[in-house]
C-alpha cells in the first residue's frame, strides 16, 4: 500500500546541500501523491511535535541556501529505545508513515532503529567530512572543500610574503578527505591525516620542509586533519611549534574550524543532494525503508542501513600518492 504521507528531517552536524535535498525530497514525494510534513531540528522534532505540512512553494529559494532550513540537531534523547518508540507514537499520531533522514552515520542508526519500529526510513549521507563508507561522496564535501582552499589560498599570500609556515587544522572528524583534497589544490609542502600517520609525522613534514628550505622555497604550508590532531595534539599550535623548534622558519597555526560547514552550496553539492534526495523519496513510495542511498562511482545505490554501517571507509591512498610526489 502506497504511503500518504512522509516526513524529512535534517540531523547531526549540518553540511551545504541539505536544503536542495529537502527540496528534492519534497518535490518527488508530492509528484507521486504523497503529502509531506518537514520535521525540525532532528530527531528532537519527533520528540517535541515540531512538525509542519510542506507543499511545493514550501521549498521555493532554498536550492541555494546553506545551512538547513529545517535546522538539525544532536538528540541523545533519541539513542534508547524509550525515545525510539516516542517518535514512533508522534509519527502516528500526525499521520507520517515513512521518514527520510539526511544526516551522517550517527543519524543512519536512529532511522535504522526507527524502521525497526516500524517507521520505514531512508537515509541520505550528508556531511562535509565525506566519512561516510557506503558511499564514494556525501552533500556538502565539495562545497567544504572548495571553502577550505579559498581561505588556505589566502594564508599562502600572507605566508609568502613573510616567508612563514602555515599550519592549517581542517575538519573531517577522523577522516582526511577534506585534508587530502584541499591540500593538493593549495599545494601543500604536507598533508597529516589519521589515516596515514603511520609514516607521515609531524618529523616527515619538519624533514620535507627542511629538504626544500636548500633550494630557493621559503614559505610553506602544511595541511592538518582534525584527526590526526586528535590523535596526538591537544591542536596545531603544538604542531606549528614543533615544525618552528626544528625548521627555525616562522610558523603560524590557523584552526579553520566551522566557517567551512557555511556557505553556498556548490553546483556538485546541488545536483548530489537533488539525485540523492529523488531517490529516497522514490524508495519510500515503492514502500522501502531501513535502507540508504549513495553514490558509487557516479551511480546511486541503496543498501540496508546496517550492512551499510559496516563498510569501511577507504581513503583514497594513491591520490595521497599523488600529493606527496608533486608537493616539493
Ligand atoms: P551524524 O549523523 O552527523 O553522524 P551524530 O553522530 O551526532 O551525527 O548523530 C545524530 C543523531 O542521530 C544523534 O543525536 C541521535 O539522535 C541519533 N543517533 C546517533 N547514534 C544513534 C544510535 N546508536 N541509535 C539511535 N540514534 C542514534
Known amino acids: 500500500m502506497i504511503m500518504k504521507t512522509i516526513g524529512v ?21 508530492l509528484s507521486k501523491g504523497m503529502n509531506v510534513k518537514g520535521i525540525a531540528k532532528g530527531f528532537n522534532g519527533l520528540l517535541e511535535g515540531n512538525i509542519r505540512d510542506f507543499d511545493m512553494r514550501s521549498v521555493s529559494n532554498i536550492v541555494e541556501r546553506g545551512g538547513t532550513i529545517l535546522y538539525t540537531a544532536r538528540c541523545p534523547a ?16 500526525v499521520g507520517i508513515e515513512g521518514i527520510v533522514v539526511i544526516g551522517g552515520d550517527g543519524s543512519f542508526r536512529g532511522a535504522r532503529d526507527l524502521s ?23 552533500i556538502g564535501f565539495d562545497t567544504a572543500i572548495n571553502t577550505g582552499m579559498e581561505l588556505i589560498d589566502k594564508l599562502r599570500d ?41 609514516y607521515y609525522t609531524v618529523e616527515h613534514a619538519i624533514e620535507r620542509i627542511l629538504k626544500t628550505k636548500t633550494g630557493n622555497k621559503h614559505h610553506f ?3 592538518v586533519s ?14 606549528a611549534k614543533q615544525i618552528q623548534d626544528a625548521t627555525g622558519v616562522e610558523t603560524r597555526a590557523t584552526i579553520l574550524g566551522h566557517v567551512q560547514r557555511g556557505g553556498t552550496p556548490t553546483v556538485h553539492d546541488r545536483v548530489a543532494a537533488s539525485r540523492l534526495g529523488h531517490r529516497a523519496a522514490e524508495l519510500l513510495s515503492q514502500g522501502m525503508g531501513n535502507r540508504v542511498v549513495g553514490f558509487s562511482k557516479n551511480a546511486i545505490f541503496d543498501y540496508e542501513i546496517n550492512e551499510a554501517l559496516e563498510m569501511p571507509k577507504v581513503f583514497n591512498k594513491e591520490l595521497f600518492q599523488v600529493a606527496e610526489t608533486i608537493s616539493f
Do not use: W
Open 116 to 138: 525497526n519500529e516500524g517507521i520505514p526510513c531512508i537515509g541520505v549521507p550528508a556531511t562535509i567530512d565525506n566519512d561516510i563508507g557506503s558511499t564514494g561522496y556525501t
Open 9 to 29: 528531517l535534517t540531523s547531526g552536524g549540518d553540511a551545504p546541500g541539505m536544503n536542495a535535498a529537502i527540496r528534492a525530497v519534497t518535490r518527488t514525494a
Open 221 to 223: 604550508i602544511v595541511v
Open 226 to 239: 582534525e584527526g590526526y590532531t586528535a590523535g596526538k595534539y591537544t591542536d596545531a599550535n603544538q604542531i
Open 78 to 93: 533519541f539513542v534508547p529505545i524509550e525515545g525510539v518508540r516516542k517518535g514512533v507514537k508522534t509519527c502516528e499520531e
Open 158 to 198: 600572507t605566508a609568502q610574503s613573510h616567508d612563514r609556515c602555515s599550519v592549517v587544522e581542517v575538519m573531517g572528524r577522523r577522516a582526511g578527505d577534506i585534508a587530502l583534497h584541499t591540500g593538493i589544490a593549495c599545494g601543500a609542502t604536507s598533508i597529516l591525516t589519521m589515516e596515514t600517520s603511520e
